[in-house]
């Protein structure tokens, strides 16, 4: 009787053990507890790859970091949100972290666990983006990383692809080795995952949050992320732009930007007090 219960114990274990939160309570106010079952490590492994593999495309198209003043305009203003991740968690200090641009019309940028950036040409072009725009929007997309949705998202399409039981069935049949694999195999959803998968609208106010306040420690205009919403919620009547296809904008996601600047301005103001001494 005791091996049919079994898949069911090491499936409840596996929800609860999953469960945590990835950063640091601080100003954004941002600590909902996460259903996280995949190893950050293979998701991490398995995002660089993705990464590298884009590179290599656009290496051979020739759209990579095809001009070298917007190549470090956007390496300055990544460094700068760089500095300050620890406040939300410090291990993401050490993160091999990578910032790149790539000749592409599409309004977008993304930051792939681990620390993989991508910006394309459409948003700053398109947008007219200023450094505190840029630093708005790539702020949002690290707190995508810091908070690891991708792997919260690949966590919940796994559940509802073979279940907790199925997992715990899989797990309880599993030698160490095979176990330590399974991660990995989950995994292998990849990057359509990653891409395919939209942030939940819960994900996206965690990114709005925790990008604001990282962007006004790295001495970024919080007010920014105000005009750089309302620029991107401009473009296009009939279809939104592509950095909107999964992140919703709307007047709530802007009132709820409006609300947290005072919270966050005077780490704004202590910044650039900072930067001029």
């Known amino acids: 009787m005791r091996k049919y219960y079994a898949p069911l114990l090491i499936a409840i274990t596996l929800h ?149 039981a199925g997992i715990a069935a899989y ?16 995994a292998t959803m990849g990057t359509t995952l990653f891409f395919a998968l939209p942030n939940s609208r819960e994900q996206e106010s965690e990114a709005d949050k925790i990008g604001l306040e990282l962007s006004a420690r790295a001495g970024f205009n919080p007010e920014a992320a105000i005009t750089l919403w309302q620029k991107m919620s401009a473009q296009g009547s009939s279809k939104p732009p592509e950095f909107l296809s999964t992140h919703p904008s709307n007047e709530n996601r802007i009132a709820e930007l409006r609300a947290l600047v005072p919270k966050v301005r005077p780490l704004y103001d202590a910044a650039k007090t900072k930067t001029r001494k």
Not at 171 to 186: E, F, R, Y
């Open 171 to 186: 797990l309880s049949t599993s030698t160490n080795t095979t176990t330590a694999n399974a991660g990995m195999q989950a």
């Open 16 to 164: 609860v053990s999953g469960c945590a939160t990835t950063t640091q309570d601080s100003v954004s106010g941002v600590k909902r507890t996460q259903l996280l079952l995949l190893p950050s490590s293979q998701v991490v492994s398995m995002s660089s790859a993705s990464y590298l593999q884009t590179l290599k495309e656009a290496e051979q198209k020739k759209t990579l970091n095809t001009n070298t003043v917007e190549l470090e305009r956007v390496r300055s203003i990544s460094n700068r949100l760089i500095a300050q991740v620890g406040v939300f968690r410090p291990d993401a200090k050490q993160w091999k972290w990578e910032v790149n641009v790539d000749k592409n019309d599409q309004v977008n940028a993304y930051c792939m666990p681990g620390g993989k950036i991508m910006v394309f040409t459409g948003l700053i072009d398109k947008l007219h983006a200023t450094d505190d725009e840029l630093g708005a929007v790539i702020g949002h997309e690290i707190a995508h990383a810091l908070r690891e949705h991708g792997r919260e998202r690949m966590s919940s399409a796994l559940i509802q692809q073979i279940g907790l």
